[in-house]
């Protein structure tokens, strides 16, 4: 998926992307983004976690240079 969402987009076509999200809004809002003790981990090094589509041709590129790509969780 080309990032954090409220739902699982590929079951419900009214998923709504998130642009940027706090470690605390992960972990609140049972998001699947990742483990959460692994997003703990991230919060208490302040290691900002991306999430892009990363097999999409030249995604990581883009993801580098592009602020808007996917969604940050900071």
């Given at each position: 998926?080309?990032?954090?969402?409220?739902?699982?987009?590929?079951?419900?076509?009214?998923?709504?992307?998130?642009?940027?999200?706090?470690?605390?809004?992960?972990i609140?809002?049972?998001?699947?983004?990742?483990?959460?003790?692994?997003?703990?981990?991230?919060?208490?090094?302040?290691?900002?976690?991306?999430v892009?589509?990363?097999?999409?041709p030249?995604?990581?590129?883009?993801?580098?240079?592009?602020?808007?790509?996917?969604?940050?969780?900071?």
């Amino acid at each position: 998926v080309a990032g954090v969402y409220d739902k699982d987009p590929q079951k419900y076509p009214d998923a709504v992307k998130y642009d940027k999200l706090t470690y605390m809004d992960v972990i609140s809002k049972g998001l699947q983004v990742m483990d959460a003790t692994a997003v703990t981990m991230c919060m208490d090094a302040r290691i900002p976690i991306l999430v892009f589509k990363l097999d999409a041709p030249g995604s990581t590129l883009e993801a580098l240079k592009n602020n808007s790509v996917g969604t940050i969780v900071s």
